[in-house]
């Protein structure tokens, strides 16, 4: 019995056991940069679900987010007063829920506090913008762009951020990309234009300035549904967000054809699928229209009466809780602030520290290719050097031969000089020889003159005697004729009559005496011919000779003028000058061999 008992007391604790160990599902919820996963109680209400969910994500701003879940074709938020799985949520496991957004601020810079509901505030409205559920016009989508590449990679560096570095970003809706006929590097350009404009702006003033353009936009923070108005079945949309309702036309959700404020209604009343809103002037007509779906009655409802009170809370005194949270918010953007100098400042003093490294390396070098520059001079100045030497060795040994070859040169000289005294001295019995012909060939010339003349008056004087003697032989004749008639019949000739019959004898001795003279003369002038003919032939003989001393004058010239122009090539190559005395010999020689030419042809 005892044993029994035991056993049933055991058997019933183990029973109490499992019955206090709680049946759990999972969950899972996505928020806009994460995924977490949760083991939920069955107990468990909305509300202990999504606390715990702000309690991981570090969220205290609660107000404005809900958990979202998909029902069919709609969607729906999870109510915190019931448990989780009593509402219409999705039976698969894990339960998946969307951590978003229900409600947005009027005024993002003043009513958001934490950094995390900013930064989860950006995420959603920025893919809402790219998922063009806000629209957005192209100059606003690429400052938007602009601000969002600088909460994602800081500070635009030139070096760093390198043309494509976007490629994989998506940062502008399809529908602007559409729209221009331009590629993704002409975007990325300009989105950079913006970008490098942003230095100096911190991750969460980036995301800030991104939130406080977007609640600029007419579809910023609302939520649209299908309606119909009870009396003519036109479709409408109704828009509710932060500020109230709005009624809109099907085709265009940007302007409103009526809107109706949170301070201007008065009360929304719901049964089954009619809406009735009441204006809070009681002149204006109460605007009533329908929507099919009992689900969404719930939620129009719920979006309603949530707006509402933040409507209302907005326009009250903020709690301690929420004064506590923004004193720390200062107090943390203070902390950040002041980090974010130090931060800056350490970052301009490694920036500068490493330019200054930059500066030394690229000194360093620079230097070392200086000493590397500066031992290849060295090692080519060494080698010039050996080079140099070798040529010095050269040069001396040219030197040794040009100074052998000057030493030859200075006795060619000599030898020449010794030569061009010959040469003067030759030169001037030469010209002395040339003055006593040219001196022989005047009296020569003169003599002949003389001479010719003594041979005209000669010539005229035998003229004259033969003229002479003609006439004497003619009268002689005339004579004969007259005086001895008959000779001419005798063939022996008459005994020549005595002269002193005649009275001819004086003449007779005349003639005799022009015959002799003639005779005598025609003697004279033959010797004299004779004499003028030898004379003239020593005179041709002489000039032969001198003509012949010419040419061997003109030769050696030529032999002289040769080494002189050696002479002056060794001089050349040491510097010398040419010899002035071989220049005035030269000069001496044109001129004597210009007088023998005048020679020649006198």
């Known amino acids: 019995m005892p044993e029994r008992h035991a056993h049933f007391v055991l058997n019933m604790s183990i029973l109490g056991l499992k019955k206090k160990q709680p049946k759990t599902f999972k969950v899972k919820v996505i928020t806009m940069d994460a995924e977490m996963e949760f083991s939920c109680e069955v107990k468990w209400k909305g509300k202990d679900l999504f606390d715990l ?78 998922d063009e559920e806000i629209f957005c016009s ?22 760093f951020h390198k043309p494509g570095f976007l490629a994989q970003d998506e940062l502008l809706p399809k529908r602007v ?23 100096g702006i911190a991750r969460d003033e980036a995301e800030m300035e991104y939130l406080k353009i977007a609640q600029d936009l007419e579809m910023y923070g609302v939520s649209y549904f299908h309606i119909t108005q009870n009396k003519r079945d036109t479709d409408l949309l109704l828009g509710v967000d932060a500020q109230g309702l709005h009624i809109y036309s ?21 049964s089954e699928k009619e809406f009735t809103i009441k204006p809070l002037d009681k002149k204006k007509d109460v605007f009533k229209f329908y929507s099919s779906q009992l689900r969404v009655n719930k939620l129009i409802l719920q979006l309603c009466i949530g707006n509402h009170d933040l409507f209302m809370r907005r326009r009250k005194v903020d709690s301690i809780e929420v004064q506590q949270m923004k004193a720390q918010a200062k107090e943390e953007k203070a902390r950040k602030k002041m980090e974010r100098q130090i931060l800056a400042r350490e970052k301009q003093m490694r920036e500068e520290a490493e330019r200054a490294k930059e ?39 040219e030197a040794k031969l040009l100074a052998h070859k000057a030493a030859e040169a200075e006795q060619e000289r000599q030898r020449l000089e010794v030569t061009a005294m010959k040469t003067k ?25 003389r001479r010719l003349k003594e041979a005209d008056h000669l010539k005229q004087d035998l003229t004259e005697a033969k003229d002479a ?62 004499e003028y003919m030898e004379k003239s032939k020593h005179l041709q003989d002489q000039l032969k000779e ?25 001089n050349e190559a040491r510097g010398y000058v040419q010899d002035p005395l071989y220049i005035s010999h030269s000069n001496r020689n044109s001129a004597y061999m210009s007088q023998m030419a005048f020679f020649e042809e006198v």
């Open 53 to 130: 969910v702000c309690r991981t994500v570090g969220l205290r701003e609660t107000w404005f987010f809900g958990l979202r879940y998909t029902v069919k074709d709609t969607y729906a938020w999870l109510k915190q007063e019931k448990r989780v799985l009593d509402q219409e949520v999705p039976k698969d496991s894990p339960i998946m829920f969307h951590f978003l957004a229900k409600f947005f601020p009027e005024k993002v810079e003043e009513e958001l506090v934490q950094e995390i509901t900013q930064h989860l505030f950006f995420l959603q409205v920025k893919k809402q913008i790219l």
């Open 138 to 159: 192209p100059e606003a989508s690429v400052l938007l762009a602009s601000y969002a590449v600088q909460a994602k990679y800081g500070d635009y560096d030139p070096n």
């Open 177 to 199: 990309l559409m729209q221009y006929q331009m590629t993704a590097d002409m975007w990325e350009e300009k989105i950079t234009a913006w970008y490098a404009e942003h230095r």
């Open 250 to 270: 099907p085709n265009n959700k940007l302007n409103p054809s009526k809107s109706f404020p949170w301070s201007g209604i008065r009360n929304i009343s719901y």
């Open 359 to 397: 500066e030394m390396e690229r000194r360093l070098f620079q230097l070392q290719d200086e000493a590397r520059l500066a031992n290849e001079a060295l090692l080519r100045s060494e080698e010039t050097a050996d080079l140099l030497a070798e040529k010095a060795q050269i040069a001396e040994e």
């Open 425 to 449: 001295e030759e030169k001037r019995l030469m010209e002395q020889k040339m003055r006593e012909a040219e001196q022989l060939a005047v009296k020569l010339v003169e003599q002949s003159e």
């Open 469 to 530: 003697e003609r006439r004497a032989k003619q009268k002689l004749l005339e004579i004969t004729k007259t005086t001895y008639p008959l000779i001419a019949a005798y063939s022996t000739p008459p005994a020549p009559p005595e002269p002193a019959d005649f009275g001819y004898e004086p003449a007779a001795s005349r003639l005799d005496f022009k015959d002799s003279d003639m005779k005598r003369l025609s003697m004279e002038i033959e010797r004299e011919r004779l």
């Open 546 to 570: 001198l003509k012949t001393e010419i040419e061997s004058l003109k030769l050696e010239e030529q032999q002289q003028q040769q080494q002189a122009n050696m002479y002056s090539l060794h």
